[in-house]
């Protein structure tokens, strides 16, 4: 989802609820839903997709070349899906973040 704007959209959360790895620009929504596949976050076991920052082609082949290069490592691929299949965008988990948020103002 190359957006150059997403305040929110939905798609992105779709396709982890699902295991469709997304690829998103670092946008809105769309950077507050997915979870950058980084060394850090594979080792976390927190990566959900893959996410870019500049609104360029360049900057979405760098991020399919990405996406191939995870896709070929069946064992790291199949992991990302789990995550991204485990993430909760219920509304329970929303209005919990929050009172969180309101918590400590």
């Known amino acids: 989802m190359p957006s150059r704007f997403e305040p929110c959209g939905l798609n992105q959360m779709y396709s982890q609820r699902y295991g469709t ?10 950077a507050d839903t997915v979870t ?3 060394p850090e976050t594979l080792a976390k076991q927190t990566a959900s997709g893959i996410v870019f920052s500049e ?3 360049g ?3 760098e991020a399919i070349k ?3 290069i995870l896709y070929n490592s069946a064992d790291t691929w199949k992991k990302m899906q789990v995550n991204a299949m485990k993430k909760d965008f219920s509304w329970q988990r929303s209005a919990e973040q929050y009172l969180a948020l309101y918590e400590n103002l």
């Open 21 to 30: 790895i997304p690829i998103v620009r670092k946008t809105g929504g769309l």
């Open 36 to 38: 950058d596949a980084l």
């Open 59 to 61: 900057a979405l082949l």
């Open 55 to 57: 609104a360029s082609p």
């Open 66 to 68: 990405r996406t191939l």
